[in-house]
């Protein structure tokens, strides 16, 4: 923007010289190319319980699998302005990944619902949690790649850079054990590194940075058909200054021997308060897309990667003449979407129940543009 006000200036000057005719730019010639947009990407989706259960009692909806389990948070949201094949946006990011197991899944619940074991069992613990956010500047550009032919296709580089993000690290692992009496002994290890939590003793102040970039490509392949392919955080680095970590271990089976010769059992609690700096790079994500289209109809079939797990969808779209309708079916988590795009406006909805407080993924993708 900064050089379209330095050429108004230029010419506004030449427009003074003897000679010439005086025309003020107007508002309109100022603005011409510039298009302000939002996008907002939400999503969410849990395996094993409903994500409005997740914090209550596993009441409803509890149906872990039988291996790994993950529940993923990822959102963001864009608002900017793009010029041709510029864009500069403020950005926010959020994103958690949770790694359990169903035996985990199925301890908590157990404790959750107070059920009570008919035979001993020992539960092995394992689950760890990964979470993070940011904001900041984010630039992006399209080039154009040389290839023969018309079809060339087109790379867009990104670069966000990231002022004070949060992190939230927590690993949990050992073994619980049980039985009918509704006894338990507990062996567990615990580190929390959270960059909310503040300490009494803290004197030194939590900071960070970050900066990630990410790359995206557009290839058509004829005329009707085209391949998407999208690399986030391809590289990136994040560091977090002075964190909060809390480091615990649990052992509800440390025994002694009282005065009359009597064995007792007392639970012991160790752990450690520290404040630490910790660098580390974003999760990369990626996904490949094929879209085709047949006169109005359309069909694409996608395939996502994030945290160790696939995930694909199939979709197929019908261009009215108000806009475009479409419908998608993801399988990894059995959601069902629905888009609608019409001009510079669109907007998809997805989720994996019609009702919203027993639905275990839920997605939202929503966008505007205004061109000037």
């Not at 003020?24 to 409005?52: F, H, K, M």
């Not at 557009?218 to 009707?224: A, F």
């Amino acid at each position: 923007m900064r050089n379209d006000v330095f050429a108004v200036l230029l010419l506004g000057g030449a427009s003074c010289l003897p000679g010439q005719a005086h025309t003020a730019p107007t508002q309109a010639s100022v603005l011409a190319g510039w298009a302000p947009y939002v996008e907002a990407r939400l999503w969410e989706a849990y395996d094993g319980i409903p994500i409005q259960q997740f914090e209550s009692d596993w009441a409803v909806g509890f149906a872990p699998r039988a291996g790994r389990n993950v529940m993923f948070q990822r959102n963001r949201i864009e608002a900017g302005v793009e010029k041709g094949p510029w864009r500069l946006a403020f950005e926010f990011r959020q994103e958690a990944a949770l790694r359990t197991t169903g035996e985990t899944m199925q301890l908590v619940h157990r404790y959750k619902q107070r059920i009570k074991l008919a035979t001993p069992t020992t539960f092995d613990v394992d689950a760890a949690a990964e979470g993070w956010s940011a904001k900041g500047l984010r630039a992006s550009r399209w080039f154009e790649l040389p290839a023969p032919g018309a079809r060339a296709p087109r790379l867009n580089l990104a670069l966000a850079l990231y002022g004070t993000p949060r992190v939230r690290d927590n690993t949990l692992s050992g073994q619980v054990a049980g039985g009918p009496a509704d006894e338990y002994t507990f062996r567990v290890a615990q580190t929390d590194v959270n960059s909310r939590y503040r300490y009494p003793f803290m004197s030194e102040k939590f900071g960070g940075s970050g900066a990630s970039v990410s790359a995206a490509l557009e290839w058509p392949l004829s005329d009707d058909t085209r391949l998407k392919l999208k690399l986030d955080d391809l590289w990136s680095r994040m560091t977090w200054r002075n964190v909060p970590r809390t480091q615990q271990s649990v052992d509800s089976a440390v025994a002694h021997y009282d005065e009359q010769g009597y064995i007792n059992y007392r639970p012991l609690l160790s752990g450690q308060n520290s404040q630490v700096s910790k660098t580390a790079a974003i999760r990369r994500s990626g996904a490949a897309a094929l879209e085709s289209r047949f006169g109005a109809w359309g069909a694409a079939l996608q395939i996502e990667r994030y945290a160790g797990t696939t995930i694909p969808t199939v979709t197929g779209s019908h261009q009215f003449g108000w806009g475009k309708l479409s419908a998608s079916v993801e399988t990894r988590f059995r959601t069902l979407g629905l888009a609608v795009e019409r001009g510079d406006f669109h907007v998809a909805l997805q989720a994996d129940r019609l009702k919203l407080s027993e639905a275990k993924s839920i997605g939202l993708n929503l966008g505007y543009r205004y061109q000037f």
